[in-house]
């Protein structure tokens, strides 16, 4: 019951979150300067026929009208349809401008879909390289403040958060690909070609997660109940791991939801490095070619993920301490 | 009988880069089995300290100097750990934090069962379980076995000390150490809680020693009390020749200070009759009710009402000293928000000289802050941390208008001599100061105005006695030199009683006593009073034994209230219409009020008002 | 320990802590200069920033002269054809990469700085306003927030600067206005917290005004130690900059910044790998030192938050 009136409370605040993302991009996109008819049509299209076919797709319409138009549509799960690929698949610049029969133009929605398997590969394992290897450097950091490992930890995660990722995904392809041609790294053809761009995440990822997990295992140790707890009779050992590392995975969690952001942009940049056919790439692709519709449905898509994760973060969160409210 | 507990020259050093300073200085003593010894002093004296030395809890920057700690002829501070956790089953602690004592992330229950399993290891978890919720019981933990998989925060303070006191004797251990195990509850259910362990005592064969920076309170637990002072063992006696004849200059002082209640005749500022009228309260209160929302747990969009504050009706005069008392969770921190307009009220209204102070704004609710002050709780959390002395005193004039710089330092200084504060602070930051120089700086910064009220929170209550006294003493000095009216907001009684002519007793949102302060204490109207005059840390003899005085239990929630009279749940006089009637306040004698059924002449709300 | 330690040191008449009267920003400045990565951050960043300063216009070597013959040379000590005059080599058309670093150093540092302070103002702005006056506001100003927080930074950054043309004041603002809401999460607990303590009750009690108890009490107090963690910011945000830089989508050429140059040292990744390798690496000693001072900070800010 508690749950269900959670996630009902939850989703509701999401939907009013997803709703102020799609009004900021859409906003966002139109008052900017630079217009996607231009590019559609070509630079040799006359201006009359640029104004026509704007008129047609309702470009020239006040902007809440055509939000209204949008909203409509995605409220039925309909994210409208690229400005500029065609349903086949390949990417084309547009640059015959008698070719718009619209009906030959690919769905946002399919476009995302085809992408977000991918990525979400992507992400999964770099999670998975980025905490194992912050759990292990944190918690040791952690529980000895001032000791070898928290050293250790300070300087690693210095270093970490100064590499640019586009440049470490540059010297580790460089490296790890072309001269010792350990992995593959451009394109995609099987799940290797995942690793080389999930460990150049993983290090972008890992700074803030060794922090958080030292930052709260030596809060933790420093609680009473942890004292006390070797006065009541408990060993060191099960202290430290039934009670300190389950408390402070709850800050860890809360991270997990907040990062979850910062990992899509990482996602975007290495992508586009690897050329790795997944929404970071679709993204890109999408703004240097002002694929309108396709940077709305993508950022309503994320935002929708990032709800999601949010509430599965804290229902894991408040499952572990109860005193989190729902 | 040989002792189960003896400390033999123990020393314990701070070894802190440049705070070295010694805690403990050669501390001998026995403990039999069964007995329950005292341990008494000021706070920083280094009972905590000895406490934990004697669990064998002692870590940098804290260091043994020298001594044993002999736990039946074993020397604990020399035992290797593994030794020593063997040793918990036997030597159990319970200390003065227990909101903080177990993880919070899981029900208490299962946590008392970790326990076991762990000093008992021959314990199957089913037993250990039965064993945990037979002992809840034990301790009149209600309804057990649901209380059993509650988390921490789900308990009040007095419910989870009789958890870790469950946690404590769930292995039957020979000794048991409570550090301070009263301090953080109200006086009713820190009474409750002594009368526990007395009798677990006897049940369990198990010798306390039972630390305690109140002598009242560990006098009423233990029959041998031993004093330390900075670090040192001054007097051994049993409590009652350590009361009666204590040898010690420090021990005589500390008997001197614990404020009698009863035997000593108070001087209060009276107030002349003819200043009685209704229509000359300073402040009057009408039928003034504060609920808030709060979001129910677990619900969509549902809010479940607050009631912290229930149709209370009085009048403050001129010249007052009037109390409001009542033990936490009571409304009295609500109420003094509502009379410093920090807060409107719900229901009623609030008059200061017969205008509703809800309506003022701009000029006149400036007037109304000139004219009633508020002196806060907490010396060390109410002034700003980075401003200077002075210019927090100036900050107060500045927001009323005043600019020429020569007269407010002159007004400034002419407060602090007032208050009795060196002018050489005027530039300095309160850091360094102590709990009663800040609160004499709390008070410079409400005087520096010129009210006509002060509204006095808690004020004293962070202050030893010494101090308080001090404090008692300026704010009579500076009664009679301006004419003021107190409102005091207090859980202490014993400063009531020395301080206020008037007292107002709060429970559970409503004022279920008004009384002078010689008919409150010699002859209370409400079970409650009684209840709270029992359970007040005193060495006189009672005039109310908390035995015959208060039942089992907690204050119910304001949240979901009781029908009929909400101390029912508590009261050993209870009746069949306290069940379904709510009782009014009813007049005793002229001007005394009481809500209770078993005061006759029940009168009406308006009449109540007029009193 | 944490509970007897503070008694241990509160209870007993309390020695005047020469150090704690100083202001809280000094305090964690001369706690946070005690440690080596606060040394060793700050030398490298000294040195950076002098040479930043003058070696482009004291080596008299224009970061965007063109000079054919020398083309492609590489940095010290590799093969054979590395000269003084250029010592971590030449582009692909023979510019040299040290200059060409040091004026990328310039443009990534003011922009970094400059995204921060506006992140900084409309954080805390927005921050202190939800946590002072709560209910609806806060709501309001929380639910902005969490939209802003759910899409990432980077598609919203490129989707503005890549739809419009980017300029250097356009990349400032979309940086600053990206980053706000953890400052506005931050300053709005600080604040809630202090909100609730004694001297801001009295200080309302005095008769004092909202603006007045905000701008006076709260701000002064708060802010500060923000200020120190925004440190780590700056390299944030120079990070962001240099990504869309290597999009783009940043300053644009010929404007040398470490994104545009290692976007085109990639096409000679194969045979001169120093173009894109070399000012990454000189980005990243940068930007060590920078959080290896912002990390002390923030360190040195915990320990005396939690200490007094």
Known sequence: MFVLSFLARRLAQGAVIIFLVSLLIFTLLRVVPGDPVRLMAGGMAPEALIEQIATQMGLRDPIPVQFGRYMARVVQGDLGQSFVRPANGAATGGANFNDTTRGERAKVMDLILDALPMTLQLAALALVFALVFSSLLGIAAGLRPGGIADKLAFTVSSVFVSLPNFWLGIVLALLLSVKLGWLPAIGYGGFSYTVLPALVLAVELSPVLIRTLSGAVAAQMGESYVTVGQVRGLSPTRIVAAHALRNASVPLLNLLGVQFSSLLGGVIIVEYIFDYPGLGLLTINAVLQRDFPLIQGIAIVTSAIFVLINILVDLAATSIDPRLEY | MSPVLSVRGLRIDLTLPGRERRILDDISFDVAPREIVGVVGASGAGKTVLSRAVVNWIAPPLTIGAGEVRFRDRNLLTLPPREMRRLRRDIAYVGANPMGALDPTLPVGRQIVEKIRAVMPEVTAAEAQDRVIALLDAVRIPSARARFHDYPSQFSGGMMQRALIVDAMISNPALLVADNVTQPLDVTVAAQVIRLMRELTEGFDTAILFVSSSLPVASEAASRILVIDEGRLVEEQPTEALISAPRHPYTRELVAQIPAIWSVRPTVPAVPREARRPDTAIVSLRDVSQTYRVRTRGSFAGTSELRAVRHVTFDIHKGDSFAVVGESGCGKSTLMRLLSRLERPTGGT?????????????????????????????????????????????????????????????????????????????????????????????????????????????????????????????????????????????????????????????YLGEVVELADNERLFFDPGHPYTRTLLSAMPTLEKRRYRPEDCLLEGEPPSPIDLPTGCSFRSRCPQAFEDCVTLSPHLAVRGTRDLAACHLVTEPVTDSVAGAA | MGALETTLIVAPPPPVDVAASRSIGRRILSHAARSTEFRIGFALFTILALAAAFYPELSGIDPLKMNVRARLLPPLFVGETWSWAHPLGTDQIGRDMLVRSLVGLRYSFLIGVASVAVTLLIGCALGTISGYFGGRTDTVVMRITDAQLSIPMIILAIAVLGVSRPTI?????????????????????????????????????????????????????????????????????MIFESTLGFLGLGVQPPTPTFGNIIADGRKYLLNAWWIATMPGVFLCLTLTSINLIGAAFERARNAIHGGA
């Open chain 2, 350 to 506: 609030v008059l200061c000289d017969g205008r509703d102070i809800a309506r003022f704004s701009g000029a006149e609710l400036l007037a109304f802050r000139r004219k009633l002050q508020l002196v806060l709780q907490d010396p060390f959390d109410s002034l700003p941390p980075r401003t200077g002395i002075g210019a927090m005193l100036e900050a107060p004039l500045r927001t009323h208008g005043w600019r020429d710089a020569g007269r407010i330092r002159d007004k400034v200084r002419d407060v602090m001599n007032d208050v009795g504060l060196p002018v050489s602070l005027y530039d300095q930051l309160p850091l360094g100061l102590s709990a009663g120089q800040r609160q004499r700086i709390n008070v410079a910064r409400a005087m520096v105005l010129d009210p006509e009220i002060l509204l006095m929170d808690e004020t004293l209550s962070a202050l030893d006695q010494t101090e308080q006294f001090k404090l008692l003493a300026l704010f009579d000095k500076l009664q009679r030199a301006h004419g003021l009216t107190y409102i005091y907001i207090s859980h202490d009684l014993a400063m009531v009683r020395k301080a206020c002519n008037r007292i107002a007793v709060m």
């Open chain 3, 169 to 237: 004041p356009a990349i400032i603002l979309v940086l600053g206005l990206s980053n706000w809401p953890v400052y506005a999460r931050v300053m709005r607990s600080v604040v809630m917290a202090e909100r609730g303590r004694e001297y801001v009750r009295a200080a309302q009690v005095s008769g004092a005004t909202h603006p007045r108890i905000i701008l006076t009490l709260l701000v002064p107090l708060l802010v500060p130690p923000l200020l120190f963690t925004s440190v780590l910011d700056v390299a944030r945000m």
